[in-house]
């Protein structure tokens, strides 16, 4: 593959997205694992417990989307700002640091499963907190790397003069992403005062300064792949920034009234946190309805649709599914139940993972046609996205329908005793489903070990491609 044409940046970017897709592999890998576990708990038991590999399933996730993230970042800011991105040199050193610290923690999780919770384990080994249970001195290094990634990206737009709406939202946005991170790097002996800084972290650190920076990405991707005028991206941009940091702390509320705060936290949470995606839909429905006019003349289909993706999955994944179970009236019953797995699942897919694979294939595409003379297509990259979308789909309903299970007989009718756990537990609508969600993983499995292949190969055979008029041909 040749790296005609790109910027210092730009391979950096690339380094980000390579090591975020093989941690998408892992992740994959452990997801089927502790989905055979949850229904056969002996499997590996003493090697590797169910609870560690939910750990590295739910922490790969989290660390393959930031690095794709950065990636997506270093990519488009030559772009965005017309010159090298300024620290590259750091960039580097940034990204070997955190791909170290990431193979190091892995280890650590893996040989090190059981033991006493003290300063040691807290500092060196595991921090207790469920969805960041990284040691201490890794939440310094993830806060670090973002810092170093934020210094790039204002001296870059501080270099070249050029300030776009774009970057001047971006910019505010990664000091909300280091600053917010904060908020789970402290200890209370108060569980409810541990717990209301955690959500900190995992709604508004995850959810809200994710979902603006996911903003700036797809501002940035349809640009490049539908021409979306700049002022259509920008508009929508900013109603999203007013949505998540105006309503996304109101939106907590649904999760505060189960740490012991107010009851009324619970109808404003559940009203604000299904309003944070409206804005990204909108900005994509509307750079397609601005592209009708050249009957969605793109450059690259794939990147396309898996934009298309990201818009309607995060609306329903993000809105429609974590609205239906932040109403009051149904939270009271749900909370905590597989349904909250299921809206995840759907959510984060649709958001984030879709975001990346679309960034990816931008990516692909400068490798292997610099100058842009064709359309990016092949027909291995659509087996894939079926794949996926069927296998993501399916593991969220089958994940529904457990939550459903557990809602009515462990909930609403057991009162959430342990024996009203364990008949929820046991009743078919809850095992078959296991099974189901089993079976469904291993379908999206397949479509990622597809998307690997298609992304390797895509591209490298010039006379499968569709050669671009050439009044269409964009610049290099």
Same mark, same amino acid.
């Given at each position: ?72 970042? +270093? ?33 650590? +999780? ?127 941009? +900013? ?134 003379? +064709? ?102």
């Amino acid at each position: 593959m040749t790296k005609q044409g790109l910027y210092e940046s730009q391979k950096l970017g690339l380094w980000y997205m390579v090591a975020g897709l093989i941690l998408f592999g892992a992740q994959n890998l452990f997801g089927l694992l502790i989905a055979y576990q949850y229904i056969n708990p002996d499997f590996l038991f003493g090697l590797l417990d169910f609870n560690i590999g939910r750990i590295l399933h739910i922490n790969a996730m989290v660390v393959w989307l930031l690095l794709g993230f950065i990636g997506a970042i +270093y990519w488009f800011l030559p772009i965005e700002t017309g010159r090298e991105t300024v620290g590259i040199k750091l960039g580097k050193l940034a990204f070997f640091v955190l791909v170290a610290a990431v193979t190091v923690v892995v280890l650590v +999780y893996l040989f090190i499963q059981i033991g006493p919770g003290n300063q040691i384990s807290l500092w060196f080994i595991n921090e207790g907190r469920e969805y960041i249970e990284a040691p201490r001195w890794a939440d310094i290094g993830i806060v670090v790397v973002v810092l170093i990634f934020l210094y790039n990206v204002i001296a870059t737009v501080i270099a070249s003069k050029r300030l776009t709406g774009i970057m001047g939202v971006l910019i505010v946005d990664l000091v909300a992403l280091a600053g917010l991170y904060l908020a789970g790097m402290f200890y209370t002996v108060n569980i409810s005062v541990d717990q209301y800084f955690w959500w900190w972290v995992i709604h508004l650190w995850v959810e809200a300064t994710w979902e603006v920076l996911i903003g700036c990405i797809m501002a940035l991707s349809l640009m490049y792949v539908l021409k979306t005028p700049r002022k259509i991206v920008e508009g929508w941009l +900013y109603l999203e920034v007013f949505l998540v940091f105006g309503t996304g702390i109101l939106g907590l509320g649904h999760h505060y009234f189960w740490i012991g705060t107010p009851e009324y936290w619970l109808g404003i949470g559940g009203f604000f946190s299904a309003l944070e995606p409206l804005p990204l839909v909108a900005m994509i429905i509307h750079a397609i309805y601005d592209a009708g006019a050249h009957k969605l003349r793109t450059v690259n289909r794939p990147a396309l649709f898996w934009i298309f993706a990201q818009a309607f999955g995060n609306f329903f994944g993000a809105g429609v599914w974590g609205f239906m179970q932040t109403l009051p009236q149904i939270n009271m019953y749900s909370h905590g139940t597989q349904l909250a797995a299921s809206h995840g699942h759907m959510a984060f897919f649709g958001a984030y993972v879709a975001t990346n694979i679309a960034v990816a294939y931008i990516m692909v595409q400068k490798l292997r046609d610099p100058e842009e003379k +064709y359309v990016f297509d092949s027909k291995l990259w659509k087996w894939a996205y079926v794949l996926m979308i069927i296998g993501i789909v399916g593991m969220v309903g089958a994940l529904m329908v457990a939550g459903f299970a557990q809602t009515e007989i462990e909930r609403a009718v057991g009162g959430s005793g342990w024996q009203a756990y364990i008949d929820a537990q046991l009743h078919p609508w809850m095992a078959e489903a296991m099974w189901w969600r089993l079976g469904f993983g291993f379908i999206f499995f397949i479509g990622y070990i597809l998307l690997i292949i298609d992304l390797l190969t895509i591209g490298k055979n010039k006379e499968e491609l569709e050669v671009l008029p050439e009044a269409e041909v964009s610049h290099a």
